[in-house]
């Protein structure tokens, strides 16, 4: 057996069985037979925890007013670019009708960060409403930034099930050349802390590419997940916005693409192949690179998509990065395209389900103390 088919072997059959330099490894690996080798073993891994079956997450984009500046972000708050919106609950539950219309078995309510006690009643009522509608079958993951303790736990209380926020990146020094003075590398791994408090379903992820990154830095990014004990993961190729100090002079060419895109299936597979009982999202970021860049996600291990049921008429005004695909197709097309799409690689959709977390599952039941 070569090395690499003894480590793949190793990862296959154990989780957290693999160092540090055996993750970067996997993340730096360009040779295409190396990484198909990879890839299904990842996949392997994937179909022993969530089987042939992808659960969805329709993603609600509620607004791009936000108080954070990141310098790669589209959405920053010193973008004079771009012109500002914020939906009404109304709008909101709209969107949430077409999630159930749709039979999807969750959605994601996401915008910019924002922290008020108005925004805060805002979102409790929202998903109270949610809840009055749907009940516990429709999974509810909030994308909404940093908080208090106390706001997270008001918006457990009135029916959120799971978290997302995103570190970007666990090197504190990358952090920050990423973000303003002002932006805190340790209240954002605090507020995951809280969350896990708060008995969320609990997500991150990081960005795959950033200047400056190494695989050596991916590396630890994987362990940093292992470390919080996360049970969801969001990862994407970094992808440049011409209207951020990060990606105004970064040509977007194909070959950039490529790698962007190799990389960030190679973090995939590694995530899988070391955490085996997690979530793990094929980020529209993908598709961006690529044509079938979520289908090629899902074949190196991931398990959930999120299909976007905004309003197209806000879509282009809500873009992190650019190229974002879809921002002119319906939901309802893009329902039967990703049906299509799926089915086209052995895989089927976990319709009208919550998808809830293996991991998240299995930590519950662990005995505590």
């Known amino acids: 057996m070569t090395r690499l088919g003894e480590v793949l072997a190793r990862a296959v059959r154990e989780r957290h069985a693999l160092a540090r330099d055996e993750l970067a490894q996997l993340l730096e690996q360009t040779d295409p037979g190396a990484r198909r080798d990879i890839y299904a073993a990842a996949y392997e891994v994937k179909v022993r925890h969530t089987g042939k079956v992808v659960s969805l997450r329709g993603i609600v984009e509620m607004g791009n007013v936000c108080a954070k500046n990141c310098l790669y972000c589209g959405i920053r708050r010193d973008n004079r670019a771009l012109d500002r919106f914020q939906l009404d609950e109304a709008a909101v539950l709209e969107a949430v009708q077409r999630n159930l219309d749709l039979h999807y078995g969750s959605l994601v309510l996401q915008?910019?960060?924002?922290?008020?006690?108005a925004?805060?009643?805002?979102?409790?009522?929202?998903?109270?409403?949610?809840?009055?509608?749907a009940g516990e079958a429709l999974g509810i993951t909030l994308s909404l930034g940093e908080q208090t303790g106390e706001t997270y736990a008001r918006w457990r209380a009135a029916g959120a099930h799971r978290y997302l926020l995103r570190i970007e990146t666990s090197n504190?020094?990358?952090?920050?050349?990423?973000h303003p003075a002002d932006h805190s590398f340790e209240r954002r791994r605090d507020c995951l802390r809280l969350l896990r408090a708060c008995d969320y379903q609990v997500g991150s992820g990081v960005m795959c590419g950033l200047p400056g990154q190494t695989c050596g830095?991916?590396?630890?990014?994987?362990l940093f997940f292992r470390e919080m004990d996360l049970d969801m993961i969001g990862m994407g190729p970094y992808i440049p916005h011409r209207d951020t100090p990060l990606g105004h002079d970064i040509p977007f060419t194909e070959a950039y693409a490529a790698s962007r895109l190799a990389l960030g299936l190679n973090m995939i597979a590694a995530t899988r192949l070391y955490l085996h009982d997690v979530n793990i999202a094929a980020t529209t970021a993908l598709q961006a690179l690529a044509d079938d860049g979520r289908e090629?996600?899902?074949l190196a291990g991931a398990n959930v998509i999120m299909p976007n049921v905004s309003d197209v008429a806000y879509r282009r005004r809500y873009q992190l990065y650019e190229n974002k695909p879809c921002l002119d197709e319906?939901?309802?097309?893009?329902?039967h395209c990703l049906a299509m799409r799926l089915r086209s690689i052995g895989e089927t959709i976990n319709w009208d389900r919550?998808?809830?977390s293996p991991h998240y599952a299995a930590r519950n039941q662990r005995p505590h103390g």
Do not use: K, M
């Open 172 to 178: 504190p020094r990358l952090y920050a050349r990423l």
């Open 111 to 117: 915008s910019g960060e924002i922290e008020s006690e």
């Open 330 to 335: 319906n939901a309802e097309a893009c329902r």
């Open 119 to 133: 925004h805060t009643a805002f979102i409790e009522r929202l998903l109270r409403a949610i809840a009055a509608r």
């Open 217 to 222: 830095d991916l590396a630890d990014d994987i």
């Open 296 to 298: 090629q996600g899902v």
């Open 354 to 356: 919550r998808g809830d």
